[in-house]
């Protein structure tokens, strides 16, 4: 719903703090809401926590099923008007 | 930028346009309502709804926490920067507001925002994260540093950890206004209500991205229970909306009526329950909250809890609500329940517009009549 | 009997100086900080005669004059600052009518209290830009305010310059038809800004474009003299600039999304604060509304200068009584790209 963004996690630093990057930005956000995060691990970021790990191989499921449906739809020959 | 492009193609969107159109049966409608104002908002920034066929029609719901947010508790944040800025109290020392930039524009009564009576003198702060309001608390001691909390159960547990942060620092100068509202109990509300004269008939729902990452996909099985509606929970990027879509599509068209998961990269059924315990020590439910559109409803909101009420401001301001009603013209109650699309309210574009929003909806850049006065109106105006 | 020599005057101290009122009051304080700051800098005959006016040879043609204030906080930010700022703002807007910037006027209100060494920063930098440019400040103002009553400095630019012949450039000549080019990455300047701001607290590398683009417009109007508009996109982005342009020429455009040039670390800033790049403020960077048959001849120029090394062609005109700026999204749909609403904010939801 609100505002949230998938980063990769830098830098586990004191207490729940860690250094996150997107895109080449770097920012310092809470570890406090999650658990077992280590670098290199992507989080969902929310005003300045992170939210839940990112399960990389669900993401891959998923961009898959995205491509196997739309390679359904031109097998069929449906073509939207785009 | 990782997880974020990859679920914007423009390539895949036309292989999935394509599928929806294939799946939907053009002998009947699909209204489908989503919930969460970060999906508003991504369908009229991506321009989905021209990808879909036209006998899909997506209905905005109220998952905006400043949209449904009352005027009457704009006004005790308002109420609370400027009195005691002016020292009316004596011995009170003069609060700093901390408030997300969503609120800072929402129009109160009198004319006023937080923005306005910054103009006037009131120190509103615009924060980021809970943690500034924190901050801003240890670095004036001699300051009464109260945060403006708004959300849903996204933003509820940042809230959380910053009251039991105060706690552990000992803080004397800091409190929270509380305004966390539920999602559940909005969704119940819309299903709810009474069929209005002329109103869709609400087929299934998109759930929400993010405030799923947090209570998990089980809240919503009631609805697919009880009132038989589907609900397919998606992630924030477009190319997630569709997917949903189309898996609405698919449940509708056989009988179906079941929560599934397109979020599986950040949603389980069970949720992030460190996250939810941390909201459970500190709040508790209200019996009763009021939610601009939809009324009182019960069990809707939460407040903190006593053994927190050191950080509570409403205890300690003494904050009494009183309700304002809408603007009579508004009609952004009808807009949230779906009711009314904002096309069909009488000052829409005209004497409500984002420049100067008479109700909610048009504040919130997600709200309903925002996201479609930003990027859709040009297509009234054209038909 | 003193011991101090005759004529001595104790010189301003700039390590640990600051601003009071003095300065600002037309006495010997005020004289002194002009002298030793001001005209050492700048140094130039005009600034040396020491007159509150400057007299000015024109060469011929009609004269354009522009003026800006400059307000940015944090006064220094990656990339610039607000001296360097003043000069470039100013220095574009003459170029952006198309034509050669000669002279700059700088006035400056300073907050009482404010530190020398910040203040001889600035103005080194204004000294430095100017010069890069080219272009002389010829005359100026002090005034300081009240502690409280100002935001360390507030700059006021004004610049003039001539028009070639056969040069019109205006905002209200976009034609159904035109092209509509950039000259390179959009939202540096902003996300600069905001990158130094507490609150919003992440690091980047990226740095303001603030930059003085008279010598470019200049290579743009040999190849093309017959520019329809040209238009620096500052506070409220692109978006808003393409707005403006369409409101005072009756026209409405179409950009291309995919086609928009953002450096991956603005869009990384931008999606982490919400906000879009098309508002985002630029300060080295151009928008160029063309005919149709001038477009490539102006980008292969655009890009084979230092300024404007990732022009592209973004879009097009076309005839629209409502004036809309559409686009069409990287994901197909199309949606307009509206006027800002108040501040740009960033925002939780």
């Keep these: 719903m609100c505002l949230a963004i998938p980063v990769r996690v830098v830098e586990l630093l004191v207490g729940d703090a860690a250094l996150v990057d997107v895109g080449g930005v770097r920012k310092q956000i809470s570890l406090a809401l999650v658990e077992d995060i280590a670098v290199g691990d992507y989080v969902i970021l929310h005003v300045g926590y992170a939210l839940q790990k990112l399960d990389a191989e669900e993401a891959e499921k998923t961009l898959a099923l995205f491509a196997e449906m739309g390679a359904d739809a031109i097998n069929a020959g449906e073509h939207p008007s785009a | 930028m990782k997880y974020i492009d990859e679920f914007r193609d423009g390539g895949v969107a036309s292989g999935l346009a394509g599928a929806i159109s294939r799946l939907a049966d053009p002998a009947r409608g699909y209204n489908i309502m989503e919930f969460c104002g970060g999906h508003t908002h991504a369908i009229a920034r991506y321009g989905i709804a021209d990808l879909l066929p036209p006998n899909i029609r997506l209905v905005h719901g109220p998952g905006c926490p400043v949209c449904v947010l009352p005027i009457g508790r704009i006004d005790s944040a308002i109420g609370l920067a400027l009195d005691l800025q002016r020292g009316a109290v004596a011995q009170r020392p003069s609060v700093i507001l901390a408030t997300y930039a969503d609120c800072l524009r929402v129009p109160a009564a009198a004319g006023l925002s937080l923005q306005k009576a910054k103009a006037r003198g009131a120190d509103v702060r615009m924060i980021y994260s809970s943690s500034d309001a924190l901050k801003l608390a240890q670095e004036n001691p001699q300051r009464q540093v109260v945060f403006f909390a708004i959300g849903f159960e996204t933003t509820t547990p940042p809230t959380a950890v910053a009251i039991l942060e105060a706690q552990r620092l000992g803080l004397s100068n800091f409190s929270v206004f509380c305004n966390h509202v539920l999602t559940p109990p909005a969704i119940a509300a819309i299903l709810d209500a009474p069929a209005a004269s002329g109103a869709v008939q609400l087929d299934g729902f998109i759930g929400p991205a993010h405030v799923s990452t947090v209570i998990g996909s089980r809240p919503y099985e009631p609805f697919a229970d009880r009132y038989r509606k589907p609900v397919v929970i998606a992630g924030f990027e477009p190319l997630d909306v569709m997917q949903a879509i189309l898996m609405l599509v698919r449940q509708l068209n056989q009988g179906r009526a079941e929560v599934e998961n397109e979020f599986t990269r950040a949603v389980t059924r069970e949720g992030n329950l460190k996250a939810q315990a941390l909201v459970a020590e500190v709040f508790e439910l209200r019996e009763r909250f009021e939610w601009r559109g939809l009324g009182v409803l019960p069990h809707s909101a939460l407040r903190i809890k006593p053994s927190y009420a050191a950080f509570d401001a409403e205890r300690r301001f003494g904050i009494a609500y009183k309700s304002v009603p809408d603007h009579k013209a508004c009609e952004c109650g009808a807009i949230l329940r779906g009711v009314k699309r904002p096309q069909e309210c009488k000052v829409f574009g005209s004497v409500c517009t984002p420049e100067n929003p008479i109700g909610s909806c048009m504040v919130s850049a997600e709200g309903a009549c925002a996201a479609h006065y930003t990027y859709g109106r040009f297509k009234d105006l054209a038909a | ?303 084979a200068h230092p300024l404007g090394g990732h022009a592209a062609l973004i879009g097009s005109v076309h005839a629209d009584p409502h004036h809309f700026v559409q686009m069409k999204t990287g994901f197909g749909g199309t949606r307009i790209v509206d006027w800002l609403t108040g501040e740009q904010l960033p925002r939780i939801c």
């Design chain 3, 1 to 303: 009997m003193s011991t101090t020599r005759t004529g001595y005057i104790r010189p301003l101290d700039f390590k640990h100086g600051r601003v009071d009122m003095s300065h600002g009051s037309g006495g010997r304080a005020m004289a002194q900080l002009i002298e030793e700051l001001f005209l050492a800098a700048f140094d130039n005959a005009w600034l040396a005669a020491q007159n509150d006016s400057a007299c000015l040879a024109l060469p011929a043609g009609r004269m354009v004059m522009a003026t800006d204030s400059h307000v940015v906080s944090p006064l220094f930010f990656p990339g610039g600052d607000i001296g360097c700022l003043s000069v470039h703002g100013t220095v574009n807007d003459v170029a952006m009518a198309g034509a050669r910037p000669l002279y700059l006027s700088a006035s400056f209100i300073l907050e009482e209290g404010f530190p020398l060494q910040e203040l001889k920063r600035i103005v080194d930098s204004m000294a430095g830009a100017a010069r890069a440019a080219g272009v002389p400040i010829v005359t100026g103002d002090t005034k300081v305010v009240e502690r409280g009553k100002g935001d360390g400095v507030f700059i006021t630019t004004t610049g003039i310059g001539v028009v070639p012949e056969g040069v019109n450039i205006s905002g209200d000549r976009a034609r159904p038809g035109d092209r509509i080019l950039v000259s390179g990455m959009l939202g540096d300047h902003g996300v600069a800004v905001m990158a130094q701001r507490e609150n919003l607290g992440f690091a980047t590398s990226i740095q303001s474009d603030t930059a003085a683009l008279h010598g470019l417009v200049a290579a743009m109007i040999e190849v093309a003299p017959d520019i329809h508009v040209l238009r620096d996109p500052t506070r409220g982005g692109l978006a808003t600039t393409l707005n403006e342009i369409a409101r005072q020429s009756g026209a409405g455009m179409m950009i291309e999304e995919a086609k928009l040039p953002v450096r991956e670390e603005v869009a990384a800033a931008c999606e982490l604060l919400g906000l879009d790049p098309l508002y985002v403020a630029n300060e080295g960077k151009l928008v160029c509304i063309c005919a149709a048959e001038d477009a490539d001849r102006l980008l292969q120029v655009m890009r």
